[in-house]
């Protein structure tokens, strides 16, 4: 897997371009701005884009704006943006419409390296990751006509960790399930949300577009 890395903090781009690189992760080259960025993915098109959402010059959302120009000018690259705040807004501005390839993850994530890199895998597949506490906050907010309230206890939690980027594996493990179960839940989930079978279709994604919807 090949990435570029985009922060305006030097230490922490290059830290993070450490441990990626113990990581087996081919670090592409940095950037220190949302233009530099555009410039370096333009010539080394990454499988993915790791950019923090507030960049010069006005610090507030110039890594979504890069984000959505990657995904609309460069689709075979993935997009993962750190944020050091919990902003359940920018997750739904840079998700609601296509959330395929991206991903949201708070900063404090960044040390558990494997976490990362499952996540920069998950993204580069084509699926969608949202850090833990933004999906909390999002199950908490649903509005009182969303489809999600036709879910059972146990099928909210499963798009929840869905919404996490985590694989029917991970979801048994945390729940204590077998795969099976988990599949037959999921499956259900899928047709509660009106989520039909397709080969077109990545209906993981899809009901967590459904999740940043409601």
């Known amino acids: 897997m090949r990435v570029v890395i985009a922060d305006d903090v030097m230490l922490l781009r290059s830290g993070l371009s450490h441990l990626l690189s ?20 333009a010539v080394e098109r990454p499988d993915v884009a790791i950019v923090d959402i507030r960049m010069p010059p006005t ?7 890069a984000a959505q120009l990657i995904r609309s000018q460069y689709p075979h690259t993935a997009v993962l943006l750190l944020s050091q705040y919990l902003q359940v807004r920018y997750a739904q501005r840079l998700l609601a419409d296509q959330p395929s390839g991206l991903g949201y993850l708070l900063k404090e994530r960044v040390s558990d390296v494997a976490l990362l890199v499952d996540a920069m895998n998950r993204v580069v597949d084509g699926e969608c ?48 399930l077998s795969e099976r179960t988990v599949e037959a839940a ?11 079978p397709s080969p077109d279709l990545n209906r993981r994604v899809l009901a967590v577009l459904t999740l940043l919807r409601a």
């Open 22 to 41: 113990q990581a087996g992760v081919s670090v592409a080259g940095e950037a220190g701005n949302a233009e530099e960025l555009l410039r370096l993915v």
């Open 59 to 65: 610090l507030t959302d110039e890594g979504i704006q």
């Open 129 to 176: 990751v949202i850090d833990p506490a933004i999906v909390s906050r999002l199950m908490q907010r649903r509005r009182a006509d969303s489809p999600l309230n036709r879910l059972t206890a146990r099928e909210n939690q499963i798009l929840a960790l869905m919404a996490e980027g985590r694989s029917n594996s991970g979801i048994a493990g945390q729940l204590a």
């Open 186 to 196: 999921s499956a259900q989930l899928f047709r509660k949300l009106g989520l039909e």
